[in-house]
């Protein structure tokens, strides 16, 4: 076996573009030297991890791996001189003999960084710690094991079918944020059932909501030990906080309403009928009525100008996103077929809901019949010929995740220093480009009905939201500027094209 893996020699800089051979950084030369480590077992375990994220990572990320490659070394010859292999490793006391060691070489435990999308300062660990967790779980599998009993549920290998929403993948669910271990396990007995009921994001929020409570339970009545402890004059107590002293949301009504699901649950799976009765009819406020948020035009005219200078097929999943007016969960899971002529010759698009699991189908004009082809063509001759138009980058047979087309947004926002109309900087999200679309149908005075339906909709009952942010006086006024703001997106799609 060989003593050094030389950067050159692993596969994500063998096949490395033309472009990213230029870069100043690539330094093939550069080497992890696996003398370094103190025995022939962690060599060889350290060569398999090494080559496998070879085949994961940028050349530039694999690069950035040496330093806390070296520091690994050092700790192991110093702190773990014994350690014969990383298979069944204790992650708990790993990390702390790296904590001192890094304490004992005059080195932080954290670090600051900037984050792009943000503009603001992070605080993490130290790349050790990060290195050492990636080591850990790589030889244990620990994402590849459903285990019940675990504070962890790891969802790979869970014997349900669950309801997922594919652009934002969730690999855990994780109870360890419930104190009371009676209430965790009690807990874990309800999610399990509700998880081959409901989408897993509705599990996750019931999560959150028991969550909190359990936290509130901690501080003002630590004698509590199980959900069949809790009564009424508990619940109005929370009802009191959640009203007065609690922070983070403007609304506690839907959260509420996940928590007070997961007691009608408890009151079958703990075979306490009076569990379902802890929550009275109207304690429950109405959620606040919905005020949509929508860009100008000269917000989405700045917007969009920055838009088509991102990643070429991240803008062009933005530009379809707006000119279709879907959830940005629907666009990118747009499939490569989705595109077909109906029988008057007009172009049709079949939306594919995952909040609803219904499809529909919308006519489009050639503009995004371009944009969708021109995708399609990016994503089969850099992956090959796959199933979504917009595929994530790592595991191409799944569609591009939500998280890339909000760091993407929030980057540029931060690096452009992008403000709104009132000279703030933009919290961009990209549902509010779809309560631009149906703000710009009501003051068409498109009815109801078709609204509705060109939003995927199931009934009218929230176009009245888009109707409040519009009026047939604006649609008047704002007429000659729409029409600019039309001709103003045609001429960047087309020079962008």
């Known amino acids: ?50 080559r496998w994220r070879g085949t994961r990572l940028s050349p530039l990320s694999i690069r950035s791996d040496i330093y806390p490659f070296n520091q690994l070394c050092s700790c192991l010859s110093d702190q773990l001189p014994q350690l014969q292999t990383f298979i069944g490793a204790d992650l708990e006391k790993f990390e702390k003999k790296c904590k001192i060691w890094l304490m004992l070489n005059g080195k932080n435990l954290t670090q600051k960084k900037m984050r792009t999308e943000t503009g603001k300062e992070q605080v993490s660990d130290a790349e ?26 790891y969802l790979k290998n869970i014997p349900i079918m669950l309801r997922i929403n594919p652009t934002r993948r969730v690999k855990s669910i994780n109870f360890q944020k419930i104190s009371q271990e009676m209430i965790r396990e009690e807990v874990k007995q309800i999610l ?10 509705t599990v996750l929020a019931e999560l959150t909501a028991i969550n909190r409570f359990s936290k509130y339970l901690e501080e003002n009545y630590s004698e509590i030990e199980s ?4 009564d009424r004059e508990v619940i109005e107590n929370y009802l009191i906080y ?30 306490e009928p009076e569990l379902a009765q802890l929550f009275y009819k109207d304690d429950i406020g109405k959620q606040p009525i919905s005020v949509y948020k929508v860009y100008s035009d000269s917000e989405l005219v700045r917007l969009n100008r920055e838009i088509v200078n991102m990643d070429e097929q991240v803008a062009r999943a933005l530009i379809i996103h707006q000119m279709l007016g879907t959830r940005i969960s629907e666009t990118l899971t747009l499939t490569q077929d989705a595109v077909q002529k109906g029988i008057t010759g007009q172009w049709l698009i079949r939306i594919n809901q995952i909040k609803s699991q219904r499809n529909y189908e919308k006519v489009i004009n050639e503009d995004v019949k371009l ?42 926002v931060t690096k ?77 799609i087309n020079e962008w094209n």
Not at 192 to 201: F, V
Not at 418 to 432: A, M, P, R, Y
Request: with cysteine; charged share 30%; net charge positive.
């Open 371 to 412: 944009l969708f082809d021109k995708a399609c063509r990016y994503t089969n001759e850099k992956y090959g010929v796959q199933k979504y138009v917009f595929v994530d980058e790592k595991n191409p047979e799944e569609p591009m995740q939500y998280g890339q087309i909000q760091y993407q947004i929030m980057a540029m």
């Open 128 to 153: 050790l710690i990060k290195y050492v967790r990636k080591i850990v779980s790589f030889f244990n599998n620990e994402e590849k094991i459903f285990n019940f009993n675990a504070n962890i549920w």
């Open 416 to 492: 452009k220093q992008l403000v709104d109309d009132h000279g703030e900087k933009f919290g961009v999200g990209t549902h509010i480009f779809r309560h631009c679309y149906g703000k710009k149908l009501t003051e068409m005075h498109v009815d109801d009905l078709t609204i509705a339906k060109l939003l995927g909709h199931v009934n009218t009952s929230s176009v009245k939201n888009y109707r409040r942010v519009s009026n047939a006086l604006l649609s008047k006024e704002t007429k000659g500027m729409r029409k600019d703001m039309d001709e103003i997106m045609k001429k960047i």
């Open 227 to 230: 959900l069949v402890d809790i």
């Open 192 to 201: 399990y059932i509700h998880l081959a009921q409901k989408a897993l994001g």
């Open 1 to 50: 076996m060989e003593n050094k893996i030389y950067l050159g020699d692993l596969k994500c800089y063998i096949e490395a573009s033309e472009e990213q051979k230029k870069h100043p950084l690539m330094q093939p030369n550069r080497c992890f030297d696996l003398e370094k480590l103190p025995n022939e077992e962690i060599r060889k375990e350290m060569e398999i991890f090494i």
């Open 242 to 271: 959640t009203n007065t002293e609690a922070t983070g949301r403007k609304s506690y009504s839907k959260e509420l309403e996940h928590l007070k699901a997961i007691f009608r649950s408890a009151a079958n799976v703990l075979e």
